[in-house]
């Protein structure tokens, strides 16, 4: 047998959920896996490459940036003059003075172009060395001559010399990038020299960050061919293996073998001194850590998986629930259980649904009662019925015997009463139809009006004012005489004048009937409306909420009675029906007046 649960729909969610997102994904995080080794070490290679040349770009800007001091001060007109000016500084005031200016050029020079940790020297071939971090101190020539660096200085003949490390002769001197250049190259050993030092740990990489990279598998040197000037001390020595051994497989990446260690190289040409700056990563650290990530990367995957599957069955068990409530309302509505009704919690689309649901049953059992209702009124009706027709001709035969006596008697009145009353009957016996034209409506009226008119003694009058093209229109039969009869009992005013007046809007027609009476006040308005709209409400005969209850039921909620008072005094009735006009044949004809 199937398993139901997978039946329902939460199972299919479940197991939609596990074919369409849960396994694709893991498919596709495995694949990835077994080829993100090689991608992420072509991009960390190609990563690797963009920071050793933008590292290479910013030690060529300070390069740069010590050459243009170098340039200031070779040019600067007042320098060459202190240089090439025989006169002692220490002695005669305008050689102090240029003295004194031609040190606070070097410090500003230092400040504006350097940085205030760079040191600046200027060898003046009189026997003085006058720099920014110790002022002027004598040193002979040739002790100056016996400099490592001076002799490839004056080879050069006024280009820069490079030099690196070099070390500050003080105690505890700090090691030092050297720029050294001779000054007015025109002489043997021209006017001067300029020396410029920045701290190798400003223009490279200071010690502790040598260290942190290499304990990271990061190894960075700086090469002169294949001579290594700083960088580890470990690789130190295989800076001529570094330019042997390497070779660039298809995707472009430079590898190196180092006895069993394998490489990763990155490097970049430094243009002022010529140097390279480069850059070796250890496979076998990458790889380990590329492991450690994936590993970690997988974990993180899995658990957050399993989180989402947990929130989800959750999430999805909390949105259905509501559903399967309402499918076991709809079940019990099924069997007939009309009091039920789905709790409805939020705003969404199952919640409107529900909320329908419940407005639906709830119209469901109005509908089942206003049946139940009717067909009992129905039977009532149909039993009064059959009681109004018990012997009508028993009843028509005895009255006519009673007109006679009268007549006999000379009691003209009553022979004339007797005799619109049968009138009346007789319409109300002999008329089988629902809808009825106006005209005969109003003959009935008529009729019924002069029973009235006997019965107050001539102190009620009808006035009508009704277009001869209405007199045609279909109207709900006994409309009219209830409303009229409602006058006489509650206008409270005699002489009693009631008008009748019929107009045409539209498609529609709307005839008023007005009394001259006490009217009613707003209470009583109110409490009429609210009667109207209540089952078995009656004012007199046959009712006004009976005519009502008949027009809506035979036009719709858009027609039927309305009470107010009028605006002259007195009660003011409006009917509204809609406008079908019967012709001779007696079929009704829709007339459109739009």
């Not at 599957?309 to 309402?326: D, E, N, S, V, Y």
């Not at 709209?533 to 009656?538: E, G, L």
Request: hydrophobic share 40%; charged share 20%.
């Amino acid at each position: 047998m199937a398993n139901p649960w997978f039946g329902s729909l939460r199972g299919k969610i479940v197991l939609s959920l596990f074919l369409l997102i849960i396994v694709p994904v893991l498919f596709i995080v495995y694949r990835f896996y077994s080829s993100s080794q090689h991608i992420l070490e072509t991009q960390l290679y190609h990563s690797n490459q963009t920071s050793v040349e933008r590292k290479a770009a910013a030690m060529n800007e300070l390069s740069i940036r010590m050459l243009k001091a170098s340039n200031l001060l070779m040019n600067d007109a007042e320098t060459l003059k202190f240089l090439k000016d025989p006169a002692d500084w220490k002695n005669e005031y305008p050689a102090f003075y240029n003295y004194t200016t031609l040190m606070t050029k070097l410090s500003s020079y230092r400040d504006l172009l350097l940085e205030k940790n760079v040191y600046i020297a200027l060898y003046d071939n009189k026997g003085f060395v006058h720099t920014t971090w110790g002022g002027t101190a004598p040193i002979p020539n040739a002790q100056l001559q016996r400099e490592s660096w001076y002799e490839h200085t004056a080879q050069l003949g006024g280009s820069p010399a490079w030099i690196v490390p070099y070390s500050l002769p003080v105690e505890g001197g700090e090691q030092l990038l050297v720029m050294a250049r001779l000054i007015n190259t025109e002489r043997q050993n021209g006017d001067g020299l300029i020396w410029i030092g920045i701290p190798a740990g400003v223009f490279f990489y200071a010690d502790t960050e040598l260290k942190q990279q290499a304990a990271a598998g990061t190894h960075m040197l700086l090469l002169d061919g294949d001579t290594s000037l700083l960088g580890d001390p470990k690789l130190a020595e295989e800076a001529a293996a570094i330019n042997q051994g390497k070779w660039t497989d298809d995707s472009g990446i430079t590898r190196v073998t180092l006895g069993k260690e394998h490489y990763l190289v990155n490097e970049a040409t430094l243009i002022g001194p010529g140097w390279k700056l480069v850059q070796l990563v250890d496979n076998q650290a990458f790889g380990s850590a590329l492991s450690q990530a994936k590993n970690k990367s997988s974990l993180l995957v899995l658990l957050w998986f399993l989180l989402f599957a947990i929130a989800f069955i959750g999430l999805m068990f909390r949105f259905t629930m509501p559903i399967k409530r309402l499918a076991r309302s709809m079940n019990r509505v099924g069997k007939g259980e009309w009091n039920t009704e789905v709790a409805v919690k939020g705003r969404d689309e199952i919640a409107i649904l529900s909320h329908n649901f419940n407005r639906m049953v709830r119209q469901l059992q109005e509908l089942v009662d206003h049946l139940s209702e009717e067909q009992t009124r129905k039977q009532k009706a149909q039993f009064q019925a059959l009681q109004a027709q018990i012997n009508p001709h028993f009843l028509t035969n005895t009255m006519n015997s009673i007109k006679w006596m009268a007549i006999l008697s000379g009691s003209t009145h009553v022979s004339e009463m007797l005799t619109k009353l049968g009138k009346l009957l007789n319409y109300t016996m002999q008329q089988q139809e629902e809808l009825v034209r106006l005209r005969d409506e109003l003959d009935y009226l008529q009729v019924y009006m002069a029973l009235q008119e006997i019965r107050y003694h001539d102190n009620i009058a009808v006035t009508m004012d009704i277009p001869e093209e209405l007199l045609d229109a279909e109207i709900v039969r006994f409309t009219l005489q209830p409303i009229v009869e409602n006058s006489i009992i509650h206008g409270n005013r005699f002489p009693l004048h009631i008008s009748i007046a019929a107009r045409l809007e539209g498609k529609e027609w709307v005839v008023e009937i007005g009394d001259n009476g006490v009217g009613m006040q707003e209470d009583t308005i109110r409490w009429v409306k609210e009667q109207m709209s209540q089952p078995h409400a009656k004012f007199s005969g046959i009712g006004i909420r009976n005519v009502n209850e008949r027009i809506k039921l035979e036009f719709g909620d858009r027609y039927g009675v309305s009470l107010g008072n009028g605006e002259q005094g007195g009660v003011l009735a409006t009917v509204r029906l809609p406008y079908r006009r019967r012709t001779e044949d007696h079929e009704t004809a829709l007339v459109d007046c739009g």
